[in-house]
Nanobody, 122 residues
Framework: QVQLVESGGGLVQAGGSLRLSCAAS????????MAWFRQAPGKERELVSG????????YYRDSVKGRFTIARDNAKNTVYLQMNSLKPEDTAVYYC???????????????WGQGTQVTVSS
């Protein structure tokens, strides 16, 4: 079973940047599609960004396009989410997720991290 641990969250002012990291253990992510989800208070979890195991397929929801970048480093067993030009609307708990196969755009991920809080102040 794969364990995922997020880090890098925190408090940042609007317009600032954060880099989230997701470190995997108990398995390698080389054959997994990886994704970042987020959940704001009172709202449902939503897919923010995803990357296929081949790394040639990425997805970004419209609200973060041009601001967020997802990347993976299989050698380090780590996935990153670079978040620039942050807005208060980005405030949420961010979760790392993994699933086998190449399908990225789905909520059906198998493994989940514990989440890391991102708070963007205005």
């Amino acid at each position: 079973q794969v364990q995922l641990v997020e880090s890098g969250g925190g408090l940042v002012q609007a317009g600032g940047s954060l880099r989230l990291s997701c470190a995997a253990s108990g398995g390698t992510i080389s054959q997994y599609s990886m994704a970042w989800f987020r959940q704001a208070p009172g709202k449902e979890r939503e897919l923010v960004s995803g990357i296929g195991w081949s790394a040639d397929k990425t997805y970004y929801r419209d609200s973060v396009k041009g601001r967020f970048t997802i990347a993976r480093d299989n050698a380090k067993n780590t996935v990153y989410l670079q978040m620039n030009s942050l807005k208060p609307e980005d405030t949420a708990v961010y979760y790392c997720a993994a699933r086998l196969g190449q399908v990225v755009i789905t909520r059906q991920y198998t493994y989940w991290g514990q989440g890391t809080q991102v708070t963007v102040s205005s």
